[in-house]
C-alpha cells in the first residue's frame, strides 16, 4: 500500500445550471444538455440484461450523446456514445450493464428508476422518447431446469429406452436378418 501526500492539477472548471422542468409529455424542445426520464419505482438491477431505448434528438452539429440507465443513483446500464445521424433523428440505443464506464452528471429521484440522455459535446434542441424496453435473464439458469426434481421421471424413462430397449431392439432385428440369409 503507498502513501504520502498526493496532489492533482486542475486545469479548467466548468458549472453547469440546472433548472428541472417537470413536463407531461415525452417531447422536449429548448437547449440543454442533459434529458432525465422517470420511469417509476426503483427496479431491481439484478438479471438486468439489455435496455432498449427509442429516441428522437436533435441538436447543435457537434452533439454527442450517452444514454444512461439508472436505479437511484447507480448505473445500471449504459449505451455508446451517439451522434445525431443526418437522414432520421431516431435513434434506438442499446445499453448494457458490461458497458457501464462512467455516470452522467445529473441522476433522477432517489426512490425512482430513470433514463439519463447526457451530451458529452454540444446541445440538445429537441428530443423525444418514444421506447423503452427493458430485458431481463431468466430467473434459473438452463443447467437448474435440466436437473429439477420434476424432470427425474422423464430422464430415467429416456435412460431406460435408450440404454436397453433400443439395443436390445437392434440385436433382435439383425439376428433376424441374419437368419433369414442362412
Known sequence: MISGNFSM?????????IVANKIESNQLNGN?????????????????FQVFVGLDIKG????????????GASVLAQGFTYIPKVATTYELALLQ?????????????????????SAKTGEMTFFRLNSVSIRFLSS????????????????????????FVAPAGMIVLLVKVFRDEE
Not at 61 to 70: C, E, G, K, R
Open 140 to 163: 434459473l439458469s438452463a443447467p437448474a431446469q435440466a436437473l429439477s426434481p420434476s424432470n427425474y421421471q422423464l430422464l430415467l424413462f429416456y435412460y431406460f429406452i435408450f440404454l
Open 9 to 17: 492539477k486542475l486545469t479548467a472548471l466548468k458549472a453547469n445550471s
Open 97 to 117: 450493464p458490461s458497458f457501464v464506464n462512467s455516470s452522467p452528471l445529473f441522476v433522477g429521484k432517489p426512490s425512482s428508476s430513470s433514463i439519463v440522455v
Open 60 to 71: 447543435s452539429t457537434d452533439l454527442s450523446y450517452v444514454p444512461y440507465f439508472i436505479s
Open 32 to 48: 440543454f444538455t442533459a434529458v432525465i426520464a422517470d420511469l417509476g419505482p426503483t427496479i431491481q438491477s439484478q438479471g438486468l
